[in-house]
């Protein structure tokens, strides 16, 4: 009987082992496989993500330039070992960066919700043959230092990164206050100041309403802690020989309201922008360089102002001159917003030029960026005459709004489909109000502060000696390119920048090293560069 049972079991199993074998042996439909396709929705570049509703383009460029008598990407020598011309002035300065791009686009039943990374990888010395320079310089400011090469300075920065969705925008992109074209209106290699520039991209939240026949509608909320501020001066700390007081912002209480409305349309395009900015200060007393001490918190603040500024702006497409000429202009007046006027992606500049004179040991141009000032009240300019008095009683304890308005364009223009050529100029103006005279005003305030700190008199200034912080500064250059393959462009830039500076006659003064104590020339100054550049997009 067991041996009948085993028989049955063996013949079982080895029947079913048959059938499983010839079963696996039948045909199985495969799986279908989903291809990378063109996604024609969005423009030329995009492809569906396999597996989903999604299409993306991933692109940038590389760009390789190198700026004669200038900083990288074609900046002036107009401040720093640059405007110094000293031994540390490095005679070129060449950059190469790679800016790689990712763009998502999904459509849904609000309307396509996108998002846009970017990454700029980039090489350069940050001009730093300055051995003080580079000790408390280095990379440029935020920029984590453990991400230099180990010659010289190679960084990852982060360009624009933000999600849209039902007309709204968030995260790091162009201010809903900013033109298309921002401070590059012939596509030039230099940011014009006069106007607006957020090209790197600021913090914001903002929502755009499309009315039809392009026309629009924008409202945001910048964060201004990075882009949208120059300096508030606490004029009560000892400035230098090329500026008054010291840096005395608060922290960030309020962001800044922006918005536009635009006409956009085959013609061209016609903008006008506002924007409401805080200035709070920190503290009335401070020490060196605008650092809190312990006497501090106990000191007190001025009350907080706002100031702002307006834009408006004009493109003018397919001009005579040609097929794909344009004109762009855009003018702008700030009070207490400084940063709108003397713009660019890095912090706004001051300005210290220093060339030949005949009368004193150098020439001295100087211009110092501020969207407000102030000393505390009865705060008294000692060492110079103008402490307080009953006709002027020295500080007010109120913040000063600065003035500044700019004018900027350029002409585009078409010279066959391989060669194109862009003219283009700026000027800008910073005007402190009332008079030198009078210590109750911003001018009166800086001119005391900047006199006190150089301990200025009659025996170390000439009979013309003047103060006057006001200042104009001018751009203007030309750009021509040639692409001789899509996608790949090598371009040449000539610029020249003037100070307009209101200091007048001469004084002893003591400048950053290497410049020795001297006496020095209050003079207008001027500078040119040169900047040849090849970029390849993809």
Not at 419 to 434: E, H, K, P, T
Request: hydrophobic share 40%.
């Amino acid at each position: 009987m067991k041996m009948v049972m085993k028989v049955v079991l063996g013949s079982t199993a080895t029947l079913f082992a048959m059938n499983v074998a010839k079963a696996a042996d039948l045909p199985v439909k495969a799986k279908a496989v989903e291809y990378v396709r063109v996604c024609s929705l969005y423009g030329a570049g995009f492809w569906h993500i396999p597996g989903t509703d999604t299409c993306i383009k991933i692109g940038g460029y590389l760009r390789v330039d190198t700026t004669f008598n200038g900083g990288a990407h074609g900046i002036p020598a107009y401040s720093g070992d640059l405007g110094q011309r000293n031994r540390y002035f490095d005679d070129f300065a060449a950059r190469s960066r790679l800016d790689f791009q990712v763009d998502t686009r999904t459509a849904t039943e609000y309307g396509v919700v996108r998002t846009f990374g970017e990454a700029v990888f980039q090489f350069n010395n940050f001009g730093t043959s300055n051995p003080a320079t580079f000790a408390i310089g280095g990379p440029p400011a935020g920029l984590n230092s453990s991400l230099l090469d180990g010659v010289g300075g190679g960084y990852t920065a982060v360009g624009y990164l933000f999600i849209q969705f039902a007309g709204f925008t968030f995260g790091k992109s162009s201010s809903a206050y900013s033109t298309p074209w921002m401070g590059y209106p012939g596509n030039n290699s230099i940011s014009l100041f006069g106007g607006n520039d957020t090209i790197t991209g600021v913090n914001n939240i903002q929502y755009t309403a499309q009315f039809g026949n392009g026309v629009s509608a924008s409202i945001g909320l910048d964060d201004p802690s990075v882009y949208n501020r120059t300096s508030l001066l606490n004029l009560s700390v000892a400035g230098s020989a090329t500026t008054a007081g010291a840096f005395a912002y608060g922290g960030t209480h309020v962001p800044d309201v922006v918005g536009n409305v635009r006409v956009d349309q085959a013609w061209g395009l016609f903008q006008i922008s506002a924007a409401a900015h805080e200035v709070d200060a920190s503290y009335n007393i401070l020490g060196a360089a605008g650092t809190p001490t312990n006497l501090s918190e106990i000191s007190g603040h001025p009350d907080t102002k706002w100031g702002g500024s307006v834009m408006a702006a004009l493109s003018i497409k397919n001009i005579p001159t040609g097929p794909g000429d344009s004109l762009n202009v855009d003018t702008t007046y700030a009070k207490g917003d400084t940063k709108n006027v003397i713009s660019g992606t890095l912090p706004s500049p001051s300005f210290a030029m220093f060339g030949g004179s005949s009368r004193a040991y150098q020439s001295l141009g100087i211009g110092q960026t501020s969207d407000a000032v102030y000393a505390p009240v009865g705060f008294q300019f000692g060492g110079n005459g103008l402490a307080a008095t009953a006709a002027n009683p020295g500080g007010t304890g109120a913040i000063k709004l600065v003035e500044a308005y700019g004018l900027r364009g350029a002409f585009n223009h078409n010279w066959d489909p391989y060669w194109s050529s862009s003219l283009f100029g700026s000027a800008a103006a910073v005007r402190y109000g009332g008079n030198s005279a009078d210590i109750t005003t911003a001018k009166g305030q800086w001119c005391a502060s900047y006199i006190a700190a150089n301990k200025l008199t009659a025996a170390n200034t000439s009979a013309d000696f003047s103060c006057n912080p006001d200042y104009n500064v001018y751009q203007a250059g030309v750009t021509t390119r040639w692409t001789p393959v899509k996608n790949l462009t090598f371009s040449a830039e000539v610029g020249w920048f003037h100070l307009d500076q209101k200091m007048t006659g001469t004084a002893t003064l003591t400048p950053a090293a290497p410049k020795p104590t001297a006496t020095y020339e209050f003079r207008n100054q001027d500078t040119a560069y040169l900047e040849l550049r090849v970029q390849r997009n993809f």
